[in-house]
C-alpha cells in the first residue's frame, strides 16, 4: 500500500505505537519502508483488509474528521458510542491520553468520527475497533467515564 511521507510518520507513531495497535487490532502484520514509503501488509484477506481501512481511518485524522459509512453494511469489528459533548474532552483526557490508556487495557483502536447510519442520535461518535471482548471492555469504561463526568 503506497503512503505518502506525512502519513507514514502518522501511522508509524511515537516510537511505532500506532503501528503497532493496529498491527494488534487487525491481527495483521505491518512493515513500513520509510524509504520507498510502502506500507506492506501481511495476514489473511479480512485481516489485511481490516488493517487498510484502520490505515485509512488513522490518516484522515490527520486532515480532519474521519468519515465511517455503516449504512450500507453492518461492520462486525466496529462498536459505536454515543458521548455527550460536555462529556468528549473528559472520556479523550489530556492529549488524548485517556482515550489511548483505553484502547491499551483492550487492546482496541478508539477514535471520534463521523458516521453515517441508519439512526441519527445526539453527541458525539466514538468508534471502538476490535475483537467483541475488547470493544464490549472499552465501551463500559468509555460509559463508565461519561457517567462519572455526567450522571
Known sequence: MPISKEDAAFVLGKGGTTKKKIARVCGAELDLD?????????????????ARNYVEFVTQQRV???????????????????????????VMGRGGATLRSMEEE???????????????????????????????????????AVEHKNP
Not at 455503516?70 to 473528559?90: K, W
Open 34 to 50: 520509510e524509504r520507498d514509503l510502502v506500507l506492506e501488509i501481511y495476514g489473511t484477506e479480512i485481516q489485511r483488509q481490516r
Open 64 to 90: 480532519g474528521p474521519v468519515h465511517i459509512d455503516t449504512s450500507q453494511h453492518a461492520r462486525d469489528d466496529l462498536t459505536v458510542v454515543d458521548v455527550p459533548e460536555e462529556c468528549v474532552g473528559f
Open 106 to 144: 483492550w487492546g482496541s483502536l478508539m477514535f471520534f468520527a463521523q458516521v453515517k447510519d441508519s439512526v441519527d442520535t445526539e453527541g458525539e461518535k466514538l468508534c471502538i475497533f476490535g475483537s467483541l471482548r475488547a470493544r464490549r471492555g472499552a465501551e463500559l469504561k468509555v460509559m463508565s
